[in-house]
């Protein structure tokens, strides 16, 4: 059984033994990419030590010498305020090279879970997405609860190793209406298709749906509100390899796509609106919903609602897994695929004259470091020195991949070890915590970081 938002022939990870490999790996593994340490991209200004400062804070201080250190107070304060305040303003500068991840394990016993999101109530639950077409609940309180809160598995196609119900986002006003959305591939005839949940009475309507039945491989299935309280889905390019009909450069099908739609009303026959500023509205040979094109298998996206911009983890097909970080300005960027895969020239007849693409802001090599991106979150939990990064792994390597942007505009990289073994989504909870879920040993983690003690 292969990766889930992938099917790489030379991954034959077994359930089992990669779990006794992880549970070592993990503690003992400092994988550090010195090539980009980023610790030479860090402004000379916040490598201050806190000890030293506090040493020199605390020294006592003789009554006629005052004066002077006064001066000298003030001058270093005249000297650093404005290397300061730009600090203040830019992203936080985590340490990444200092760092590395832990994981509480905290439910076993998931049938392939793929998806993870926080029920935005003030309960502290998880809604934990299992492929055949049920959502588990995890309460902090009670632990994994036996009963599914939903059960759609009559509905859903979970055939082969990537077809399933994939993707889950509560309503923002989820609290009073109960109300979620599911992205799954559905039974008869193999439609991606994007449902909203009423747990009211358990009605299931379906609000758009695409064909998909040409292959099952690449389905897409990421759901997630953005900041500007629009919906935002990811479709694969339709699946098989090199994306036969080039779907993903074809703004007529919603193929190798994310969509970006408002569901909180109708507009006409249809039972959402599409956003009057999407990118595409108005234009001829384009559908209107569409936000980006030219994705593979946009596996896993998300919003770090701080900043409001948009992470990508694009699963590569044999070359390069991408990460594309995108600004709400960047709406009807070009992604690429299948002119290129990652940053390599791929299929050069399909690239596009007179439209510019936009390239990844991090990849790794597919065969060698991995076999499928698993894009995650930007950390915005209690651990202060990892916040401000974006967290994202790999199916069959595990490895953590920590990226950050600098002041400069260009992008710092780290790996923080590895995780536990078969990744396949990352959760966000209310409080910025992270998550994951691991597929077929179906385990639900918390991720922690720890600072590296030894060299
Ligand atoms: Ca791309």
């Known amino acids: 059984m292969g990766a889930l938002p992938h099917t790489p022939s030379a991954c034959t990870c077994q ?11 993990f503690r003992t593994t400092r994988a550090i990419d010195t090539r980009t340490s980023i610790a030479t991209r860090i402004p000379i200004a916040t490598r201050i030590s806190p000890r030293t400062s506090g040493v020199l804070m605390t020294h006592r201080h003789s009554t006629h010498r005052r004066p002077l250190r006064l001066l000298v107070l003030a001058f270093c304060a005249a000297l650093f305020a404005p290397l300061m305040a730009v600090q203040a303003d830019a992203h936080p500068r985590p340490r990444l090279d200092a760092l590395t991840t832990t994981t509480t394990q905290l439910a076993s016993g998931l049938q392939r879970p793929v998806a993870i999101a926080a029920a935005n109530d003030g309960s502290g639950r998880l809604f934990v997405v299992e492929k055949a077409g049920r959502v588990r609940v995890y309460d902090p309180a009670e632990g994994l609860l036996p009963d599914p809160l939903i059960d759609i598995t009559d509905k859903v196609d979970a055939d082969d190793n990537e077809r399933g119900l994939l993707g889950i986002v ?36 379906v609000l758009l749906d695409q064909d998909h ?17 629009y919906l935002y889905w990811s479709l694969g390019d339709g699946g098989s390899a090199d994306d036969p009909p080039n779907n993903a450069q074809n703004k007529n099908v919603l193929l190798g796509k994310i969509l970006r739609l408002d569901v909180s009303k109708t507009c006409g026959s249809l039972p ?17 919903e569409i936000w980006l094109y030219g994705l593979r298998n946009p596996w896993r996206f998300s919003f770090d609602h701080a900043d409001k911009t948009l992470w990508i983890g694009d699963v590569g097909q044999g070359q390069e897994e991408e990460i594309d970080h995108l600004t ?18 791929h299929i050069p007849e399909r690239c596009p004259t007179d439209t510019p693409l936009t390239d990844p802001i991090f990849t790794y ?60 989504a990352f959760g966000e909870g ?10 077929l040993p179906g385990r639900l983690y918390k991720i922690g970081f720890q600072e590296s003690t030894t060299e």
Not at 15 to 25: E, H, K, P, R, Y
Not at 177 to 193: F, I, K
Not at 213 to 229: E, R, T, V, Y
Request: overall charge negative.
């Open 170 to 205: 509560p309503a923002p006003d989820f609290a009073q209406s109960q109300v979620l959305y599911l992205a799954y591939t559905s039974l008869p005839d193999a439609r991606v298709t994007l449902a909203r949940y009423r747990l009211t009475d358990n009605s299931l309507e």
């Open 272 to 288: 959402y609106c599409v956003p009057p500023d999407n990118p595409f509205v108005g234009q001829a040979d384009a559908r209107p």
């Open 365 to 424: 090599k597919t065969s060698d470091q991995g076999c499928a991106v698993i894009g995650g979150y930007v950390y915005h939990g209690a651990y202060a020195a990892a916040r401000g990064t974006y967290i994202a792994s790999d199916y069959c390597s595990s490895t953590v991949w920590a990226l950050h942007k600098n002041a400069d505009g260009s992008y710092a990289n780290s790996t923080l070890g590895t995780l536990p073994t078969q990744i396949t």
């Open 430 to 439: 209310t409080d910025g915590e992270l998550y994951m879920v691991n597929d």
């Open 328 to 345: 709400p300005q960047q709406g009807g960027a070009n992604m690429g695929w299948s002119c290129r895969e990652g940053t390599l020239e």
């Open 15 to 25: 359930a089992g033994n990669v779990i006794a490999l992880t549970q070592s790996a």
């Open 213 to 229: 039945s040409a292959a099952s491989n690449h389905n897409g299935g990421q759901l997630a509100f953005g900041p500007d309280g």
